[in-house]
């Protein structure tokens, strides 16, 4: 079982950035599909991101052209890079990997607060 563990939530201002990190357990480099989700208060979880395979794929519409999805095999790790954040990306932060495609693991959650 992978076990994935994120970490670089925090406080930031409006306008400022941030970079998510995910570390699995395992090597992450065949892995099906991988990417960050988020939980905002009072609504359902979304997909802001995601790798399938190791090519780059889905973002959402609400962070395209602010938020970057990037990947470093060598280190089992998985990060989100925020820039320009606004309030209303204030949410918890999921790591989601998919070792196989009927297999899929989610680390705790990192809260990102965005907030004058």
């Known amino acids: 079982q992978v076990e994935l563990s994120e970490s670089g939530g925090g406080l930031v201002q409006p306008g400022g950035s941030l970079t998510l990190s995910c570390t699995a357990s395992k090597n992450i480099a065949g892995f099906h599909a991988m990417g960050w989700f988020r939980r905002a208060p009072g609504r359902q979880r979304e997909l802001i991101a995601a790798?399938?395979?190791?090519?780059?794929?889905q973002v959402a519409d609400s962070v395209k052209g602010r938020f970057t999805i990037s990947r470093e095999n060598a280190k089992n790790m998985l990060y989100l890079h925020m820039d320009d954040l606004k309030p209303e990306d204030t949410a918890v932060y999921y790591c989601n990997m998919s070792p196989y495609p009927n297999e899929v693991i989610w680390g705790q959650g990192t809260l990102v607060t965005v907030a004058s």
């Open positions: 790798f399938t395979g190791s090519q780059p794929g």
